[in-house]
């Protein structure tokens, strides 16, 4: 379980299962494996935005959040 602070329907900060559900439940990103293989990336506030990431790109992504939370 993680609480974050991201709650759109509210103040208090609640428990998700995942980062990615708190994420997408509250509307701000969802990530989505499609038939074709690749993946959705979309802004969740009103869907219009959205990107389309191969395996590796996805990969990549997730090293950059890593490297991210280690060096700032």
Not at 2 to 14: P, R
Not at 39 to 67: M, N, P, Y
Request: with cysteine.
């Amino acid at each position: 379980m993680y609480k974050l602070d991201c709650d759109a329907y509210g103040t208090e900060i609640l428990e998700y299962d995942s980062i990615m559900e708190a994420l997408n439940q509250n509307r701000i990103v969802s990530v989505k494996k499609q038939p074709d293989g690749n993946f959705r990336v979309r802004e969740e506030c009103d869907e219009h935005f959205f990107g389309s990431l191969t395996r590796e790109q996805l990969k990549a992504w997730g090293e950059e959040l890593i490297e991210i939370a280690e060096n700032e």
